[in-house]
């Protein structure tokens, strides 16, 4: 599998989820990710290397903070403890809010190393 599938796998088991936005016609809670960078591996001797990087950022978004919270924080362990790719945060979580949609969200960043 690839890191986006399994990705989208492990985020679903927590909370509907979808890459990059959400359809128009979804309803709260869900998540969202996007990759936003990531490392580069350095080639050395001509050789390839045969991980790869991604700096993914996930945003849940809720109706009130704590269930934000309480959702980004299984998330972040269902990373952390997942076995399809090594991840860890870059930092806690930072809290998100969208007025107009009046939904309040966690967003946070992870480092995740898997196969190519």
Same mark, same amino acid.
């Given at each position: 599998?690839?890191? &986006?599938?399994?990705l989208? +796998?492990?985020?679903? *088991?927590v ?8 359809p %128009? +016609? !979804?309803t709260?809670?869900y %998540?969202v990710w996007?990759q /936003? *960078? *990531?490392?580069?591996?350095a080639? !050395? #001797?001509r050789?390839v290397? =045969?991980k790869? =990087?991604?700096?993914?950022? $996930?945003t /849940?978004?809720?109706a009130?903070?704590s269930?934000a =919270? %309480?959702l980004m924080?299984q $998330? #972040?362990?269902?990373? /952390?403890?997942? +076995?399809?790719?090594?991840a860890?945060?870059?930092g806690?979580? +930072?809290? /998100?809010?969208? &007025? &107009? %949609?009046?939904?309040? *969200? ?5 480092? $995740?190393?898997? &196969?190519?």
């Amino acid at each position: 599998m690839s890191l &986006e599938s399994d990705l989208q +796998t492990l985020v679903s *088991g927590v909370v509907q989820s979808f890459p990059d936005f959400a359809p %128009a +016609t !979804v309803t709260a809670p869900y %998540a969202v990710w996007q990759q /936003v *960078g *990531g490392a580069s591996p350095a080639y !050395v #001797e001509r050789a390839v290397f =045969n991980k790869r =990087n991604a700096r993914m950022q $996930i945003t /849940v978004w809720a109706a009130t903070r704590s269930q934000a =919270n %309480a959702l980004m924080a299984q $998330i #972040e362990a269902a990373l /952390v403890l997942s +076995t399809a790719f090594q991840a860890s945060p870059y930092g806690a979580m +930072t809290a /998100v809010a969208d &007025e &107009e %949609a009046q939904l309040r *969200g966690a967003r946070q960043d992870f480092s $995740i190393w898997s &196969e190519r």
